[in-house]
């Protein structure tokens, strides 16, 4: 790959996937985006443990039902 492909491939990846992300999650409260990401199987409950969780289990059954 020469470089100018290369840097083609950062620019896409900037403009396209991480500027996705970063427009998804950056505007979420934090509480949100983790229950978002334990009813998408991104975050494991385990990862997240049963003190949040317990806070957070009306959320992330919203999200759930919506996926």
């Known amino acids: 790959?020469?470089?100018?492909?290369l840097s083609d491939?950062?620019?896409?990846f900037?403009?396209?996937t991480s500027r996705e992300l970063y427009g998804r999650?950056?505007?979420l409260e934090p509480a949100i985006?983790?229950?978002?990401a334990v009813a998408l199987g991104i975050l494991s409950?385990?990862?997240?443990?049963a003190d949040l969780?317990?806070?957070?289990?009306?959320?992330i059954?919203?999200?759930r039902e919506h996926s």
């Not at 790959?1 to 492909?5: G, K, N, Q, Y």
């Open 1 to 5: 790959m020469s470089c100018f492909d």
């Open 9 to 12: 491939k950062i620019h896409e």
């Open 14 to 16: 900037h403009n396209g």
């Open 25 to 27: 999650y950056t505007g």
């Open 33 to 36: 985006a983790v229950s978002r």
């Open 45 to 49: 409950e385990a990862e997240v443990g």
């Open 53 to 59: 969780l317990k806070k957070l289990e009306r959320e």
């Open 61 to 63: 059954a919203i999200f």
